[in-house]
T-cell receptor, first 116, second 113 residues
Framework: GENVEQHPSTLSVQEGDSAVIKCTYSDSASNYFPWYKQELGKRPQLIIDIRSNVGEKKDQRIAVTLNKTAKHFSLHITETQPEDSAVYFCAASPLNSGGSNYKLTFGKGTLLTVNP | DSGVTQTPKHLITATGQRVTLRCSPRSGDLSVYWYQQSLDQGLQFLIQYYNGEERAKGNILERFSAQQFPDLHSELNLSSLELGDSALYFC????????????FGPGTRLTVL
């Protein structure tokens, strides 16, 4: 089955700096890669996702890059703010041809702390 | 608020018991997913239902079972509970099943004593 490794497990940055979280996956059939943010005691929320037909996607201060050859993808957060502090999870999933089989495998998470 | 509801919010029970967790998806969503989140195992996919049918299975124990009803709500049944089953159980829903955004519910915290 799929195995997703996520690094680092903790990351501390100063407000305004950039943060990068990296994930690798094992199953070459995976072609959907979402990132979730989970604040303490709350539910995971999707912040950005990327599919294997693109290499990079941006949404304001957040970007995700994908290298399918190397089987790794990364989350980049620029101009970090204290409210970015949370646990971030990467995930990978294959989609079957019918698109109805959707099985996310998550990384172990990265605790990001943004210091004011 | 994601629109996904889960009950109960907290559940405390004893080893060997059986519990049922309930999830109501967002209006219009056909897929329901169950996840288990624990400190040592992280966030793990258990099972997916799409319009009443099981569509994908993850690391779900044989002691656990789930179903999705005609009104699309879903229940996760956990039996012969063990201490290690203590975790946060999330339900998520999506419009379809093929890579649509999954919206998570608030979770049910299960404590097995």
């Amino acid at each position: 089955g799929e195995n997703v490794e996520q690094h680092p497990s903790t990351l501390s940055v100063q407000e305004g700096d950039s943060a990068v979280i990296k994930c690798t996956y094992s199953d070459s059939a995976s072609n959907y890669f979402p990132w979730y943010k989970q604040e303490l005691g709350k539910r995971p929320q999707l912040i950005i996702d990327i599919r294997s037909n693109v290499g990079e996607k941006k949404d304001q201060r957040i970007a995700v890059t994908l290298n399918k050859t190397a089987k790794h993808f990364s989350l980049h957060i620029t101009e970090t703010q204290p409210e970015d502090s949370a646990v971030y999870f990467c995930a990978a999933s294959p989609l079957n041809s019918g698109g109805s089989n959707y099985k996310l495998t998550f990384g172990k998470g990265t605790l990001l702390t943004v210091n004011p | 608020d994601s629109g996904v509801t889960q009950t109960p919010k907290h559940l405390i029970t004893a080893t060997g018991q059986r519990v049922t967790l309930r999830c109501s998806p967002r209006s219009g969503d056909l897929s329901v997913y169950w996840y288990q989140q624990s400190l040592d195992q992280g966030l793990q996919f258990l099972i997916q239902y799409y319009n009443g049918e099981e569509r994908a299975k993850g690391n779900i124990l044989e002691r656990f079972s789930a179903q999705q009803f005609p009104d699309l709500h879903s229940e996760l049944n956990l039996s012969s509970l063990e201490l290690g089953d203590s975790a946060l159980y999330f339900c998520a829903s999506s419009l379809g099943g093929g890579g649509d955004e999954q919206f998570f519910g608030p979770g049910t915290r299960l404590t097995v004593l």
